[in-house]
């Protein structure tokens, strides 16, 4: 069983960056898709950013250019830096792994981290 811990979350100020990270334990992910959500009370969770295993990226239009998700097979960790961040970037952020097998996909979430954006 992949378990997921994410840290690197707080309180930063309009224009400042933060860095996330997740690290997994319990399962090499290194050919997992890894990616990071996120999600404010009443709306549903939206994709931020996704790396394949070929380390192709999927970023969301509204973190294009600020934010960067990558990799460290080697140390079964996945990253997000998140630059110029805005008030609208708050939110709790979750790690995703997941694993895609022939017949479907089995997704491992993290507990989320708090990351708050102040005007």
């Known amino acids: 069983q992949v378990q997921l811990v994410e840290s690197g979350g707080g309180l930063v100020q309009s224009g400042g960056s933060l860095r996330l990270s997740c690290t997994a334990s319990?399962?090499?992910?290194?050919?997992?898709?890894l990616g990071w959500y996120r999600q404010v009370p009443g709306k549903q969770r939206e994709l931020v950013a996704i790396a394949t295993n070929g380390a192709s990226t999927t970023y969301a239009d509204s973190v294009k250019g600020r934010f960067t998700i990558s990799r460290d097979n080697a140390k079964n960790t996945v990253y997000l830096q998140m630059n110029s961040l805005k008030p609208e970037d708050t939110a709790v952020y979750y790690c995703l792994a997941r694993r895609i097998a022939l017949f479907g996909a089995t997704d491992h979430w993290g507990q989320g981290t708090q990351v708050t954006v102040s005007s």
């Open positions: 319990g399962s090499d992910v290194s050919t997992y898709v």
